[in-house]
């Protein structure tokens, strides 16, 4: 059973990515999935949560109107795309997968985590 994120790399201020979450041994459409990020010497935060159909999606206030998580399921994939990005966005980015609903899932009740993809802003 693994989850892997990937699609991390080096990016200028105000340029975009496109992270990539995918999963083995287990079926990713069951589960909640969220993006969390952990810049050095700083506490773990929740960045976006979509929910197992995609009815439901979560920001954070620092990453509303720049970020856009999305899933899709046929493919098996969660996407982040972080927009006009900025320093403070540089961290290791990580996704989550629960089986509640998102509000359970950015409170931490995770079922797996992934190995984390490092993303870099700076000029």
């Known amino acids: 059973v693994q989850l892997q994120a990937s699609g991390g790399g080096l990016v200028q201020p105000g340029g975009s990515l496109r992270l990539s979450c995918t999963a083995s041994?287990?079926?990713?459409?069951?589960?909640?999935v969220a993006w969390f990020r952990q810049a050095p010497g700083k506490e773990r935060e929740g960045v976006s949560c979509?929910?197992?159909?995609?009815?439901?999606?979560y920001y954070a206030d620092d990453v509303k109107g720049r970020f856009t998580i999305s899933r899709d399921n046929v493919k098996k994939i969660v996407y982040l795309e972080m927009n006009k990005m900025k320093p403070e966005d540089t961290a290791a980015y990580y996704c989550?997968?629960?089986?509640?609903?998102?509000?359970?899932?950015?409170?931490?009740?995770?079922?797996?985590w992934g190995r984390g993809t490092l993303v870099t802003v700076s000029s």
């Open positions: 989550a997968a629960g089986i509640g609903g998102v509000p359970a899932v950015m409170a931490g009740r995770i079922n797996y």
């Open positions: 041994g287990f079926t990713l459409d069951y589960y909640t």
């Open positions: 979509i929910s197992s159909d995609a009815d439901k999606t």
